[in-house]
């Protein structure tokens, strides 16, 4: 086509059901045809000419397009846009028999706005289109605005039903809201009660065998979302000549009664100069939708860049004046909201742009129990992050909705990279906008995910925070977590005892697990009974509490933790669980909760569970399995510098446990993951093996001593 300035490329996917329904496509104007109606050339790879007629145009969005069948099998065809050409409009004779195409135009209620849409051609800013699939029980009918845009609306619906004998039909619309008008092969159907029975109010018309078109007129009054309409706003229903029908006068039509036209992707958009242009395609994606809060949906917007010229570049800019560059960005947008984003391509002095619409809403099954979900929620907003404008900071307004899912996404050691962006540069904002108890969320968070492989870093974060807080609780807080720091990821011992005995010194929750800590750094360092001794002193107290019922600090929030079971909930019972014999119920119920949550993927609350268990029975680190528990969470979190000190000491220093199988698995395990050195601890395993020569994983730690080296004297 000598002429046409550009072509669109078709893939041609699902079949049409009959010839005469052809394909529907909707493609891309925004810019590409500066509003003017188009006059289209459809031809197959081999040359051949299909007739091709327009449906419906929006200078803003584009335009629908019919095309005939091929008559070979052919996997794509290109779309000419002739600009010298008077543009052809559908009509029924035309030959074609699209179906089933749904119109919709939002904001309008009315059966003229409806009327509007039934004449084809130019339509106004907002009405938009697409295959009406229908629903399962009723294949003919109008539920809603397939695009999720809330009431009012007023629909056109183009279709063509197979009548599969001559004969009289019976034709029974069910309107459930709203007015509406049904035309068939031109003729609008006056309704007449029949009888009372389901279906009696229709019209009797007489219909040739095979395709006939159907036209629907319908609006929804009202506002808000479609689910108020109590199944959907109409369907039709027929009996076909000498059908028996028991007790009614109509049934639902089936969906092979339907005629459907073929579908197509859209694989590319070119210029005849080979000059880039600004054509995208839109797809929405993972929706982020909780309660009543605002939904956030991770929308994909992907340049048609195939035959680009190599030194192209593609831009988006948003609504909040951020741009990014790169063919294909993915962008979180506010659910149930319209907006735009402005695309320009640049190769040399070249330069094309177009305005993209889109509106928040996707039908995509998210759940936060998938890593990937999570991932995609905050790969996406650190991305948007790495490009938003300094001033205003737009952290500064985000809604409840943006701040719950990154809490919510942001636990066991993920969102490093999120985290990083905005403690780094959106510190003073997040500030200002968080409860003080979210901040300290968000710090111990940030903590977690920098501690494995930036010590030194959280260091400076943790006297940043610190002095950051007049809280004499979050101060010890961060006291502790300096301690650990020092302890299991410095390798600097001595420090860490300065600083838990320090804290030890108060009466506190924080001096309580200070002590614990000490009894830690004994057991490290081979005092079992120095350990055991801390730990005892702990317990002791912890008991005392729990028997007089005179708590203040928060320290049975295990009763808490287990009254809410093992489900990952976050919300604490007020309850309290009776100390039955000494607290062994609760000391095991904890154990089990820890593991089924760690298993569960709720590592935030596996935590939490733990640090009380820790609190209440310190001693289940030698008589029981807490450290087994607590390295399990942490080899989740593939933390080994974390999981596996604790390890070591238990394996060497409990020479007889029913949890030592297991620790000493778990300390092979760490040590394999993390790729240290099996030499280093091949003298406990050795210990081990020794004890448990008749047990099964004997054999298992016999096969570790083969591949490691003698210990180093």
């Not at 640049?346 to 039908?363: K, T, W």
């Not at 002095?467 to 302890?487: K, P, S």
């Amino acid at each position: 086509m000598d002429d046409a300035p550009l072509r669109y490329k078709l893939d041609l996917l699902r079949k049409p059901t009959h010839a005469s329904a052809g394909y529907f496509v909707s493609l891309p104007d925004g810019g590409l045809l500066r509003g003017n109606k188009p006059a289209t050339t459809v031809l197959t790879e081999d040359g051949k000419v299909l007739p091709s007629y327009l449906l419906w145009q929006n200078a803003e969005t584009g335009f629908a397009l019919v095309f005939a069948k091929p008559e070979t099998d052919v996997k794509s065809v290109y779309v000419y846009i002739q600009p010298s050409a008077v543009a052809r409009v559908w009509n029924p004779a035309t030959g074609l028999t699209p179906s089933t195409i749904l119109c919709t135009f939002p904001g309008r209620d009315n059966i003229a706005a409806s009327m509007a849409l039934a004449n084809f051609g130019r339509v106004e800013a907002g009405v938009h289109w697409v295959e009406n699939p229908g629903h399962p029980s009723a294949a003919l009918s109008i539920g809603a605005d397939l695009t999720g845009r809330p009431k009012p609306a007023a629909f056109y619906q183009l279709s063509h039903l197979d009548a599969p004998v001559a004969g009289e039909y019976w034709i029974a619309p069910f309107i459930h809201t709203g007015q509406a008008e049904v035309r068939i092969d031109g003729q609008k159907i006056e309704l007449k009660e029949k009888s009372k029975k389901w279906g009696g109010s229709g019209a009797a018309l007489k219909l040739s065998k095979g395709l006939h078109r159907v036209e629907i007129l319908q609006t929804a009054p009202g506002s808000g979302p479609y689910s108020s309409a109590g199944g959907g706003l109409m369907y039709l229903t027929w009996r076909t000549p000498n059908e028996q029908i028991k007790n009614w006068e109509a049934r639902s039509i089936k969906a092979s009664e339907v005629a459907r036209s073929g579908a197509c992707n859209l694989a590319a958009v070119e210029s005849r100069d080979g000059s880039p242009l600004a054509a995208t395609k839109v797809t929405p994606g993972l929706i982020y939708w909780f309660g009543n809060e605002e939904p956030l949906i991770i929308f994909d917007f992907n340049a048609l860049n195939t035959g680009y010229p190599a030194d192209s570049k593609v831009s988006w800019t948003f609504p909040d004046g951020a741009t990014i560059e790169g063919p294909r960005v993915k962008w979180l947008v506010p659910g149930l909201h319209e907006g735009k984003v402005k695309m320009t391509v640049r190769s040399g002095q070249s330069v094309s742009s177009a305005i993209v619409p889109y509106f928040g809403f996707s039908a995509q099954k998210t759940t936060l129990e998938s890593a990937a979900h999570r991932d995609a929620f905050r790969d996406t907003l650190a991305g948007m992050l790495a490009v938003f404008p300094k001033n205003p900071d737009p952290v500064a307004t985000w809604g409840d909705a943006w701040w719950n899912n990154i809490f919510r996404t942001v636990e066991g050691g993920e969102g490093e990279n999120l985290l990083r962006r905005l403690f780094a540069n959106h510190f003073d904002a997040m500030q200002k906008r968080l409860a003080p108890t979210q901040m300290s969320i968000l710090e111990d968070v940030f903590l977690d995910v920098t501690l494995r492989d930036h010590p030194e870093e959280n260091i400076q974060w943790l006297k940043r925070f610190f002095l950051g807080t007049a809280d004499i609780t979050r101060q010890n807080e961060l006291r502790f977590r300096e301690g650990e720091l020092h302890m299991y990821y410095l390798n600097d011992r001595n420090n860490a005892e300065k600083l838990f005995t320090t804290l030890s010194a108060g009466r506190s929750e924080a001096a309580e697990r200070a002590k614990i800590r000490l009894g830690d750094l004994a057991l490290l360092a081979g005092d079992l009974n120095k350990a055991t001794k801390f730990y005892a002193d702990v317990q002791n107290r912890a008991r005392t509490v729990r028997n007089t019922g005179s708590v203040t600090t928060g320290v049975l929030v295990s009763k808490q933790l287990l009254a809410g079971g093992a489900s990952g909930s976050a919300m604490l019972s007020p309850k309290a669980v009776p100390d039955m014999k000494g607290g062994a119920l609760q000391e095991v119920s904890l154990s089990e909760n820890v593991r089924t949550l760690t298993s569960g993927g709720f590592l935030l609350e596996a935590r939490q569970t733990l640090e009380a268990w820790e609190t209440e029975f310190p001693l289940s680190k030698i008589s029981g399995d807490l450290i087994l528990r607590e390295a399990s969470l942490y080899i989740k979190m593939n933390d080994w510098k974390r999981a596996r000190p604790m390890l070591e000491a238990y394996c060497r220093e409990i020479d007889a446990s029913s949890y030592l199988p297991d620790s000493v698995a778990a300390l092979i395990l760490c040590v394999q993951a993390s790729k240290a050195d099996p030499a280093s601890i091949r003298g406990i395993v050795e210990k081990v093996r020794d004890r448990l020569k008749f047990h099964p994983i004997a054999s298992q730690l016999d096969k570790f001593l083969l591949t490691a080296a003698p210990a180093p004297k």
